[in-house]
């Protein structure tokens, strides 16, 4: 096993591991020892450092990517990389530092109504968005060394933890509020403090410049490559992030708490896909090597209707107990309000699944561009259609808002697809799967979603589930809806029984 597959296996394990941390986290500990207008706040100390750290980046981490094998050299100083990769964002950050002094009064006023805990707290966003920023610029640096499994596992599992034992902390008594806020800064201080020691401790940390080494001609494709990438990446962001910030501005923090619940629980929906696509990049390029259309045709086919059937069988078993899964939550009358976020953002998963992988396609054929004028609709069409429906339909809107671009977003670049390469993701397949959802649906309708105890709504939702994943596979199987699906089973299977035989000798 090479060291990528090793280090991809280490971080995806590592990255559903935090997932699991992260549920108990969203779903039970910050529902039952914080109010809904202190989560919000979380939530906002979270989105906007993310966001504000791609503007400043100025997209470090794209240019580490695409030019560190310019750089590279044999004695790990790599012609001064790191010195650049930390000194030019830094001036980014000095203009966010400028923007916010010039701004703080406007900021305040768009938020001190509605959300007034936030502007409180507002500070403590100058040294969260350092944090993030060079937090993602150390791990894009591991991961141009191949190293991928610590930077993992410092975001994924140790700042979780550490937002656990600071959770554990409020609810003891052991500080108030304020000071809860404290550790939280400084606990993404302590992964940044994490990733730099492994840095240090890989022998890849050298900050020394070697300035010479950039000429005119590099300078200028680093700075064409910039100004392309960064509208990209930073209309990406904004479509995924907005949301809370509007919320926020227009509704309060406790309809960003409610809305940040049920958002994690609809985007579990599309857990496999992000695995899916993965594997499906580097055989997607390796296919335009050849000019081999009809692979990635058969790509796509395939990409749509597993992504597909999988993200439906999620879907289904979280929306048909889906009532039964808030009765769990603390203070469950007030997060019961985000039940249709569920249902929009996990259809708008769904729905972006079931269009196969037309973004990977795309950044890697001679049409890459358009993937940035793609991007640049999308979050325009976000902040449009999120001020349009949060007025009258509130955070449901929001999340109606969310389904309506995912589906335009991904309709645009089917259209370019099938225009440009005459290539599409459907067949009779999709629309079998279509009819087994349905059926699943009207099946269950009829079985009503009872409150009971703590334990036995955990069992009610295992027994339901059980019963969907039983049926839902038994009719995908014999309707041969995917080849791949089948032969899958098939090879299950057949471990299975090899495995009892084994164990009766």
């Excluded at 597959?5 to 910050?30: A, D, E, H, P």
């Excluded at 929306?319 to 009358?333: G, I, M």
């Excluded at 429906?389 to 955070?395: A, D, E, L, P, R």
């Excluded at 059980?466 to 014999?478: G, P, R, T």
Aim: glycine share 4%.
């Amino acid at each position: 096993m090479g060291i990528i597959i090793r280090q991809s296996f280490k971080s995806t394990l590592l990255s559903y591991t935090g997932i699991i941390i992260g549920m108990v986290n969203v779903l039970w500990l910050m529902p039952q020892f914080f109010s809904p207008e202190q989560i919000g706040l979380f939530r906002l100390l979270q989105d906007i450092p993310i966001l504000v750290a791609s503007f400043m980046q100025f997209g470090a981490a794209n240019v580490a990517d695409r030019f560190f094998p310019k750089f590279k050299t044999e004695d790990g100083k790599h012609n001064g990389f790191l010195f650049l990769l930390l000194v030019y964002p830094f001036l980014g950050y000095l203009l966010f530092l400028l923007s916010y002094w010039l701004f703080q009064t406007d900021i305040v006023a768009v938020y001190e109504s509605k959300s007034p805990l936030f502007t409180d707290y507002m500070a403590y966003l100058v040294p969260l968005s350092l944090f993030t920023m060079y937090s993602s610029i150390f791990e894009t640096y591991a991961r141009i060394h191949m190293r991928i499994v610590v930077p993992t596992f410092v975001r994924e599992i140790i700042l979780r933890i550490l937002f656990v034992l600071l959770i554990a902390g409020y609810a003891l008594q052991f500080y108030d509020f304020g000071f809860t806020i404290i550790l939280y800064v400084l606990s993404y201080a302590c992964a940044l403090a994490l990733l730099v020691v492994y840095t240090i401790s890989t022998m890849t940390f050298y900050l020394k410049p070697q300035l010479e080494f950039l000429d005119k001609t590099l300078v200028k494709n680093i700075f064409a490559f910039v100004a392309f990438i960064v509208p990209g990446t930073a209309g990406s962001l904004i479509a995924s992030k907005i949301d809370t910030l509007i919320i926020g501005a227009e509704l309060g923090l406790a309809e960003i708490a409610i809305y940040n619940l049920a958002f994690f629980v609809g985007s579990i929906v599309d857990m496999p896909k992000r695995a899916l696509s993965q594997i499906s990049l580097p055989i997607i390029s390796n296919a335009w090597a050849r000019n081999d259309l009809s692979e990635i045709d058969t790509i796509y086919k395939k990409s749509a209707i597993n992504q597909a059937l999988l993200g439906a069988l999620i879907f289904l078993m979280i929306w048909l107990n889906v009532d039964t899964l808030l009765a769990l939550v603390p203070k469950h009358e007030i997060y019961a309000q985000g039940k249709y976020v569920i249902l929009f953002i996990a259809l708008g998963r769904l729905a972006d699944m079931a269009t196969g992988v037309n973004s990977e396609i795309i950044i890697t054929s001679v049409y890459y561009r358009f993937n940035l004028i793609s991007m640049m609709v999308l979050s325009v069409l976000t902040v449009i259609t999120n001020l349009i429906f949060i007025k009258q339909y509130g955070i449901n809107g929001v999340a109606f808002a969310a389904l309506l671009t995912v589906c335009i977003f991904n309709a645009m670049k089917m259209i370019f697809l099938w225009v440009r390469l005459g290539i599409q993701p459907y067949n009779w397949s999709m629309v079998k799967l279509l009819g087994v959802i349905l059926g699943v649906l009207l099946l269950f309708y009829f079985w009503p979603q009872q409150q009971q105890t703590l334990w036995l709504s955990m069992i009610m939702i295992a027994v339901r589930s059980l019963v969907i994943a039983v049926l839902f596979v038994a009719s995908v199987y014999l309707l041969k809806i995917s080849e791949d699906f089948n032969h899958t089973l098939k090879n299950l299977t057949s471990i299975i029984k090899t495995f009892k035989a084994e164990s009766k000798k």
